[in-house]
């Protein structure tokens, strides 16, 4: 895999993180600590296609700390990270 797929599946899973107080705060519990899981076990598949890969980058990439290269965010990219 490449630096670009990676991005677009760090893409794809920050638009799945579940929004806390749209369904039953129970159920969005489990939902939120089934994706931090996920993308954690992602993290490790990605490091194991590709020595390069920057896990702790990825990481802040998903939890909106960084854009996609580890640099500052755009403005509309934090914009876009406070909902989720």
Request: aromatic share 8%.
């Amino acid at each position: 895999m490449s630096k670009k797929h990676f991005i677009e599946l760090a893409n794809l899973m920050r638009g799945q993180k579940p929004i806390p107080g749209s369904v039953r705060t129970d159920y969005a519990d489990g939902r939120l600590a089934q994706w931090e899981a996920d993308i954690l076990g992602m993290a490790d598949f990605c490091a194991s296609q590709n020595s390069s890969f920057k896990r702790d980058r990825w990481l802040a990439y998903i939890a909106g700390e960084c854009g996609p290269n580890g640099g500052s965010i755009k403005t509309q990219d934090k914009l876009s990270c406070a909902g989720h």
